[in-house]
């Protein structure tokens, strides 16, 4: 998985994290690189909520559909325009259904709404309202870099990877929001994973949204904006 943004600003928060957005770029700037990735973990078997998201039709994050019309993922993965979905498919380049974007809503935190401009139907991802605690396993899915190359952007993951994280508390995002911060398990989240999902117990606790790519990784918090999710969306 890639993440295109970096934003130095998170040392405040004592992580020195990097914001996950493919061509994309830190949360307020855009410097057109990929960063984080699923490093390790494994490839994923069943994601049928999983969505990638191109920009101007080049691989960036990634996201989950939670309604028929309706796309989350992180904000800092939007600014690029042009829109676009890979749905329900565990290849990037095949399979699922493609849609584009026709409207996007941003919070003010790292969470983004996108409408979609046809009714996709299919498995939504399902969202928490109560997030897990400290030392709980949960899992991490993205499409980023796999490794630290010379260009992220052509070492991604043709196919959805997951590893399992280790929740250790609660943190900030790239926009100031809430978020879980989690520690390395068996993988860790970069590059093109912003935007993608952390999942406990099937359901959908987080949108990824900063990494420092070798042990700790930041989750925008689902659980916390539940209300703005339902009125944008109605999920």
Same mark, same amino acid.
């Given at each position: 998985?890639?993440?295109?943004?970096?934003?130095?600003?998170?040392?405040?928060?004592?992580?020195? +994290?990097?914001?996950?957005?493919?061509?994309?770029?830190?949360?307020?700037?855009?410097?057109?690189?990929?960063?984080?990735?699923?490093?390790?973990?494994?490839?994923?078997?069943?994601?049928?909520?999983?969505?990638?998201?191109?920009?101007?039709?080049?691989?960036?994050?990634?996201?989950?559909?939670?309604?028929?019309?309706?796309?989350?993922?992180?904000?800092?993965?939007?600014?690029?325009?042009?829109? @676009?979905?890979?749905?329900?498919?565990?290849?990037? %380049?095949?399979?699922?259904? +493609?849609?584009? &974007?026709?409207?996007?809503?941003?919070?003010?935190?790292?969470? @983004?709404?996108?409408?979609?401009?046809?009714?996709?139907?299919?498995?939504?991802?399902?969202?928490?309202?109560?997030?897990? &605690?400290?030392? %709980?396993?949960?899992?991490?899915?993205?499409?980023?870099?796999?490794?630290?190359?010379?260009?992220?952007?052509?070492?991604?993951?043709?196919?959805?990877?997951?590893?399992?994280?280790?929740?250790?508390?609660?943190?900030?995002?790239?926009?100031?929001?809430?978020?879980?911060?989690?520690?390395?398990?068996?993988?860790?989240?970069?590059?093109?994973?912003?935007?993608?999902?952390?999942?406990?117990?099937?359901?959908?606790?987080?949108?990824?949204?900063?990494?420092?790519?070798?042990?700790?990784?930041?989750?925008?918090?689902?659980?916390?904006?539940?209300?703005?999710?339902?009125?944008?969306?109605?999920?």
């Amino acid at each position: 998985m890639r993440i295109t943004r970096l934003i130095p600003a998170l040392a405040a928060a004592l992580l020195s +994290m990097v914001a996950f957005v493919p061509s994309a770029s830190a949360a307020p700037a855009a410097d057109g690189g990929v960063t984080p990735y699923i490093i390790g973990g494994g490839y994923a078997s069943n994601a049928p909520w999983a969505a990638r998201l191109f920009s101007n039709g080049r691989q960036t994050c990634s996201a989950t559909i939670i309604a028929p019309t309706w796309i989350l993922t992180a904000r800092h993965c939007v600014s690029g325009g042009g829109l @676009s979905f890979r749905i329900g498919s565990l290849d990037q %380049t095949s399979g699922g259904t +493609m849609a584009n &974007g026709v409207q996007t809503v941003n919070h003010s935190s790292d969470l @983004s709404l996108v409408k979609l401009d046809r009714s996709v139907s299919g498995t939504y991802a399902r969202l928490a309202t109560t997030s897990p &605690g400290a030392g %709980t396993s949960v899992q991490v899915y993205g499409w980023g870099a796999t490794s630290r190359c010379g260009s992220e952007i052509n070492c991604q993951s043709q196919l959805l990877k997951v590893a399992n994280v280790t929740v250790s508390g609660s943190c900030t995002d790239a926009y100031g929001g809430s978020a879980i911060c989690a520690r390395r398990g068996n993988g860790i989240t970069a590059g093109g994973d912003s935007g993608g999902p952390m999942m406990s117990g099937g359901l959908q606790i987080g949108v990824a949204s900063t990494s420092d790519r070798q042990t700790t990784t930041a989750y925008t918090n689902v659980t916390r904006y539940r209300s703005w999710i339902q009125s944008v969306a109605g999920v």
